[in-house]
C-alpha cells in the first residue's frame, strides 16, 4: 500500500490548472533573429537599443511587470554577453523586482523556432506562459485577456494559445505597403481559422485564399486586414510540443501559426483571438516602426511609459512646455532652441544659435553652434561639428559628425564613425566600423562616403539585394503626423512584414477600409487632435485643475488656428480614453463618468460648445454625435453613452433640446450603441410635454383673473 501523503505533498499535488493561476511566466524573445536594425546590431544587441533613450528592453519588461508576471525567461541570440551584464546590473535583480525569478537563457538557435525547440527540451514551463518579442511597448492591461483564456481553457483543453491583437485601421500609416497579415476569425468563439499574409499582386489586387469548408461550416466569419500583431501570445505547454514535432516551424506567424491552423484536422488544436480596442501596443521590428514608437513616447501615447517616469533607475527627466523632456546638467547656449516634441539627456550641451526639433539626444552629447538636427536621433557621447544639418538619421554612440556636415534623410551612421569636414553623407547610406568575420566585405574606410580624414565604411548585405526587389521596396520616409518634416521615413531597411504602433480607434469596419486623406490640412488637424488629446489625458490622468488644462489646450489651440470642433474632438476623445482607464482600473462606469465630467464638464463650455439659447444646437448635437462615435466598439459602449448624456444633461453641458437634435439626426439608422439612451430620450420629451402643459395652464389662470 503506498503511503499516505503528508500535506506538504498534497500540495505539490495539485492540479496543473490551479498552478498555472498561481505562477504566471513570461518568455522574452530579446533576438529577433532578423537584420532589419543592421549596422546598428553588429555590435550591440538589439533590444538594448535606446528608445527615447531608454534601452528597448527596459519597456518590454515594464509591461509583463504591469501584467503580474512572475518567472521570466529570457532568450538571447547575439551579444549575449551585453544582455547578461545589462540584467544583472539592472533593477530587475534587486531584491524589489517585481519577479521571483528572472533567467537568460543562452542558446545557439538562428531561429524562433530553434529557440522554442530548446525551450521545450530545457523542461522550464510549468503551465500558462506569455511568449513576447524584446521589442514590444504597451500599456495595454493584459488581465481581461489571462481571464478570457484560463476560461476557455477549462472548457476546452485543445485552446492552446490566445493572440492578443490592437485594432486600426486597414490604411493605417503604420502597416506595409507589400504584405499584410490578415486573420480569418469566427466572431462566436474569438477563434483564428486561417492566417495569411496578402501580398500586392501584380496586376494591382489583393485578395487572400480561403477554403471553401470555411465558408461551408461557419455561418459568418471575419476578414480581419484591420489588426495590429504586437507578437504577445498567451501560450500552454501544448504550444512547445507541436514546435518540437514539427521541425519545418521556424516563425511564429508565417510557419508556426499558418501550420497549426493548417493541421486542426490532425491535432485539433484551436488557436483564438483577443482583440484590444484600447490602450497602446506596438512593437518597434524596425527602424521605421523605432522612428514612430519614439514618438508616441514622446508625445505620452504610452503614458505612464513616458520619459520623465524614469524607468531606469539614474534617470533623472522631467517634462517641460511642448513635450520636451530634459535630464540634469543639460547646458543651452544663447540663442539656442530646443522646440516641441523632442529629448535631451545627461549633461549634453547645444551650442550657439543651434535648434533641436523632434529629436531625441542622448546622453553626453555635444552638439556645436548653428547646427540644425530635425526628427534624428543622436544617440550618447556622439559629437556634432559647428555648422552641421542633420535629418531624418540615426546616429549611434560615440560618432563625430564635422564641421559644415550635411546628413541626408535616413542615413544610418553606427558607432565610432567619423565623418570628416564639409562632407555629404546620402541618404541611403549605412556606415560602420565593425569588422566583420566570414565575408569579403573591405574595412578600409571609404573617403567617398565619409571625406578626407574619416573613419568608417558602407555596410551592406545579401539580405539588402534581396529587400530591394521585394514588393515592399521603397524610400517613402514615414510621416508621423506628430512631425514637423515633410520628409519620410529615417528607415532605409525594407521589411516585407511591418507592423508598429497603434495610437487611433476606427471602430467602424467599413470605414477602416477607407484609406485617410493625407491633403496638408488633415494632416495639420491630425497633428492637433494626437496632441491635444495627449495633453488632456495627461492633466486628467494626474488630476490637474481645469484651470491648467484649459490654459494648456488655450496656448494649444492659438497656436494650431483649431475650431470648435477641433477642441470638442479632442476633449470628449481624452475624457472617454480616461474614463474607460478608470473602468480597466475597477471604477463603476457611472462613477468614473461623474468623476471625469463632474470636475472638467465646464471645459466643454469654455472650448467647444456656445450655441445655449440658440434654436439650432449645432454644437452640442455635434459633442454628442462625437461621444457616440467614440462608444461604439467601447466595452459597455451601450451605458456608457447613457451615462454621459444623462450627466451632461444634469450638469447643463447640453440641453434637452440639443439632445433631441441628436436624437432626430440619427433617426432611420442602426440604433446600434444608442440603444439604451432610447428611454432617456423619451423620459426628456415626456418632462418637456409636461412643462408646457404647466406653463399653458398657469397662463389661462392669469387669464380667467
Given amino acids: 500500500m503506498a503511503p499516505r501523503a503528508t500535506k506538504s505533498n498534497a500540495a505539490k499535488q495539485k492540479p496543473k490548472e490551479e498552478q498555472r493561476e498561481d505562477t504566471?511566466?513570461?518568455?522574452?524573445?530579446?533576438?529577433?533573429?532578423?537584420?532589419?536594425?543592421?549596422p546598428f546590431t553588429l555590435e550591440r544587441p538589439r533590444c538594448l537599443l535606446p528608445l527615447a533613450n531608454t534601452p528597448l528592453i527596459e519597456y518590454t519588461l515594464e509591461f509583463l511587470a504591469n501584467a503580474g508576471v512572475e518567472d521570466i525567461f529570457i532568450y538571447c541570440g547575439a551579444h549575449t554577453e551585453q544582455v547578461e551584464q545589462y540584467i544583472n546590473s539592472s533593477k530587475w535583480k534587486l531584491s524589489t523586482s517585481p519577479f521571483h525569478t528572472l533567467t537568460l537563457l543562452k542558446s545557439t538557435a538562428t531561429s524562433v523556432g530553434d529557440a522554442m525547440r530548446d525551450l521545450d527540451n530545457r523542461d522550464l514551463i510549468t503551465g500558462d506562459f506569455l511568449l513576447v518579442s524584446g521589442d514590444v511597448v504597451s500599456n495595454l492591461a493584459l488581465e481581461p485577456a489571462l481571464t478570457k483564456h484560463r476560461s476557455r481553457r477549462e472548457k476546452d483543453k485543445n485552446a492552446i494559445m490566445t493572440m492578443v491583437l490592437r485594432e486600426a485601421g486597414v490604411e493605417h500609416r503604420t502597416k506595409s505597403r507589400g504584405r499584410r497579415p490578415v486573420f480569418i476569425i469566427d466572431p462566436k468563439k474569438e477563434r483564428c481559422l486561417h492566417y495569411e499574409e496578402m501580398t500586392r499582386r501584380p496586376a494591382g489586387g489583393r485578395y487572400v485564399n480561403i477554403e471553401p469548408e470555411l465558408l461551408s461550416t461557419y455561418g459568418e466569419i471575419d476578414v480581419r486586414e484591420d489588426l495590429i500583431d504586437c507578437y504577445v501570445d498567451i501560450c500552454t505547454p501544448d504550444v512547445l510540443g507541436l514546435w518540437s514535432d514539427n521541425f519545418d516551424y521556424q516563425s511564429v506567424r508565417k510557419s508556426f501559426l499558418f501550420g497549426v491552423l493548417k493541421d486542426y484536422e490532425l491535432n485539433g488544436k484551436t488557436i483564438h483571438t483577443y482583440i484590444v480596442r484600447e490602450q497602446y501596443a506596438a512593437r518597434v521590428k524596425n527602424l521605421r516602426a523605432y522612428d514612430a514608437v519614439s514618438k508616441d513616447i514622446i508625445s505620452r501615447w504610452t503614458y505612464p511609459l513616458c520619459p520623465d517616469s524614469n524607468l531606469v533607475r539614474d534617470q533623472t527627466y522631467r517634462l517641460a512646455r511642448g513635450k520636451a523632456y530634459f535630464e540634469d546638467g543639460v547646458v543651452l547656449a544663447r540663442g539656442s532652441m530646443v522646440k516641441r516634441r523632442s529629448v535631451v539627456g545627461k549633461n549634453t550641451s547645444i551650442g550657439e544659435g543651434s535648434?533641436?526639433?523632434?529629436?531625441?539626444?542622448?546622453?553626453?552629447?555635444?552638439?556645436?553652434?548653428?547646427?540644425?538636427?530635425?526628427?534624428?536621433?543622436?544617440?550618447?557621447?556622439?559629437?556634432?561639428?559647428?555648422?552641421?544639418?542633420?535629418?531624418?538619421?540615426?546616429?549611434?554612440?560615440?560618432?563625430?559628425?564635422?564641421?559644415?556636415?550635411?546628413?541626408?534623410?535616413?542615413?544610418l551612421i553606427s558607432y565610432r564613425v567619423r565623418?570628416?569636414?564639409?562632407?555629404?553623407?546620402?541618404?541611403?547610406?549605412?556606415?560602420?566600423?565593425?569588422?566583420?568575420?566570414?565575408?569579403d566585405m573591405s574595412t578600409q574606410s571609404d573617403l567617398n562616403l565619409v571625406g578626407k580624414g574619416g573613419e568608417g565604411y558602407g555596410y551592406t548585405s545579401d539580405s539588402d539585394t534581396e529587400s530591394n526587389n521585394s514588393i515592399d521596396s521603397s524610400h517613402l520616409i514615414y510621416l508621423h503626423p506628430s512631425a514637423t518634416s515633410s520628409a519620410s521615413s529615417i528607415s532605409t531597411l525594407h521589411s516585407d512584414d511591418d507592423s508598429g504602433p497603434v495610437y487611433a480607434r476606427d471602430n467602424s469596419r467599413r470605414e477602416s477600409f477607407v484609406s485617410d486623406q493625407s491633403d496638408e490640412s488633415t494632416a495639420q488637424n491630425r497633428d492637433f487632435q494626437l496632441e491635444a488629446t495627449a495633453s488632456i489625458l495627461d492633466g486628467l490622468s494626474k488630476d490637474d485643475s481645469p484651470d491648467v488644462i484649459h490654459l494648456e489646450l488655450l496656448s494649444q489651440r492659438l497656436s494650431a488656428n483649431a475650431n470648435d470642433h477641433m477642441m470638442r474632438s479632442a476633449l470628449v476623445s481624452a475624457f472617454m480614453k480616461r474614463i474607460?482607464?478608470?473602468?480597466?482600473?475597477?471604477?463603476?462606469?457611472?462613477?468614473a463618468v461623474k468623476a471625469v465630467f463632474g470636475k472638467y464638464g465646464d471645459l466643454l463650455a469654455k472650448m467647444g460648445i456656445?450655441?445655449?439659447?440658440?434654436?439650432?444646437?449645432?454644437d452640442q448635437v455635434d459633442f454628442l454625435g462625437l461621444v457616440e462615435k467614440e462608444c461604439k466598439g467601447r466595452a459597455k459602449g451601450e451605458s456608457l453613452l447613457l451615462f454621459v448624456a444623462k450627466e451632461c444633461y444634469v450638469l447643463d453641458v447640453?440641453?434637452?433640446?440639443?439632445?433631441?437634435?441628436?436624437?432626430?439626426?440619427?433617426?432611420?439608422?442602426?440604433?446600434?450603441?444608442?440603444?439604451?439612451v432610447k428611454d432617456f430620450v423619451e423620459w426628456l420629451r415626456n418632462a418637456e410635454s409636461e412643462s408646457e402643459s404647466e406653463e399653458e395652464s398657469e397662463e389661462d389662470d392669469e387669464e380667467d383673473e
Fill in 355 to 411: 535648434t533641436v526639433g523632434d529629436s531625441v539626444l542622448g546622453r553626453q552629447c555635444h552638439i556645436g553652434n548653428n547646427v540644425t538636427i530635425e526628427g534624428s536621433y543622436i544617440w550618447d557621447d556622439a559629437v556634432i561639428g559647428d555648422g552641421s544639418v542633420i535629418k531624418q538619421a540615426v546616429i549611434a554612440n560615440e560618432a563625430v559628425i564635422g564641421r559644415n556636415c550635411i546628413i541626408e534623410p535616413g542615413a
Fill in 654 to 676: 447640453v440641453e434637452a433640446e440639443g439632445v433631441e437634435q441628436w436624437w432626430v439626426a440619427g433617426v432611420g439608422q442602426d440604433e446600434g450603441v444608442r440603444r439604451l
Fill in 24 to 38: 504566471l511566466q513570461a518568455v522574452v524573445l530579446a533576438d529577433s533573429y532578423e537584420r532589419r536594425f543592421t
Fill in 580 to 591: 474607460s482607464n478608470m473602468m480597466v482600473g475597477g471604477a463603476a462606469a457611472t462613477e
Fill in 419 to 439: 565623418i570628416a569636414d564639409n562632407t555629404t553623407v546620402p541618404g541611403d547610406s549605412r556606415l560602420t566600423t565593425a569588422i566583420l568575420l566570414n565575408t
Fill in 610 to 618: 456656445a450655441d445655449k439659447g440658440k434654436e439650432d444646437k449645432v
